[in-house]
T-cell receptor
Framework: GQQLNQSPQSMFIQEGEDVSMNCTSS?????WLWYKQEPGEGPVLLIA?????ELTSNGRLTAQFGITRKDSFLNISASIPSDVGIYFC???????????FGSGTRLQVQP | DTGVSQDPRHKITKRGQNVTFRCDPI?????LYWYRQTLGQGPEFLTY????????KSRLLSDRFSAERPKGSFSTLEIQRTEQGDSAMYLC??????????FGDGTRLSIL
């Protein structure tokens, strides 16, 4: 089946640093989404991408839909302590409603 | 917009017992999804409804699992004869058609 490889698995950074994480797939997706999950809560939608090459921002977050449609990355600029959490990428295949999730990138921010 | 609501938030039960979870989607969202998440992993798709019709089921959804959405609003997920391997977070999501899915805070199931 489809698999998403998300990297890095974890990051420990200083407040104010920029962060970059990415997701690669063995197959093509027509939609990429990025979610953030905090302990005891469900995933919260950050950014949705619908076209190859699309670059979308949401505040300090920027995500891109790879040209090959098999990858996506998420950047966080000027990190702050409340950015702490697990960031998941998710892909959606044409004609299917199910999301395929990566295994997450755990972000810790040192004040 | 009150968000996706799930009940209970936590459930502890003995192996072999039946459990039922409830999900109330965002008002007027016609699609509802169930996922399972184990520790250190991303959510895995179980099943989805469009209105009251269950249109897709994952191979993860064994015969002991059944989901319903009788009136096209709230949904229930029942697990019969629970096993240790059923311990997980069960997440519900909803969407307005093809719009992105929004998740509830899940029901954490622990099997003793």
């Amino acid at each position: 089946g489809q698999q998403l490889n998300q990297s890095p698995q974890s990051m420990f950074i200083q407040e104010g640093e920029d962060v970059s994480m990415n997701c690669t797939s063995s197959s093509i997706f027509n939609t990429w989404l990025w979610y953030k999950q905090e302990p005891g809560e469900g995933p919260v939608l950050l950014i949705a991408l619908y076209k190859a090459g699309e670059l979308t921002s949401n505040g300090r977050l920027t995500a891109q839909f790879g040209i090959t449609r098999k990858d996506s990355f998420l950047n966080i600029s000027a990190s702050i302590p409340s950015d702490v959490g697990i960031y998941f990428c998710a892909g959606q295949d044409t004609g299917r409603r199910a999301l395929t999730f990566g295994s997450g990138t755990r972000l810790q921010v040192q004040p | 917009d009150t968000g996706v609501s799930q009940d209970p938030r936590h459930k502890i039960t003995k192996r072999g017992q039946n459990v039922t979870f409830r999900c109330d989607p965002i008002s007027e969202h016609n699609r509802l999804y169930w996922y399972r998440q184990t520790l250190g992993q991303g959510p895995e798709f179980l099943t989805y409804f469009q209105n009251e019709a269950q249109l897709e089921k994952s191979r993860l959804l064994s015969d002991r699992f059944s989901a319903e959405r009788p009136k096209g609003s709230f949904s229930t997920l029942e697990i019969q004869r629970t096993e240790q391997g059923d311990s997980a977070m069960y997440l519900c999501a909803s969407s307005d058609g093809d719009q992105p899915q929004h998740f509830g805070d899940g029901t954490r199931l622990s099997i003793l």
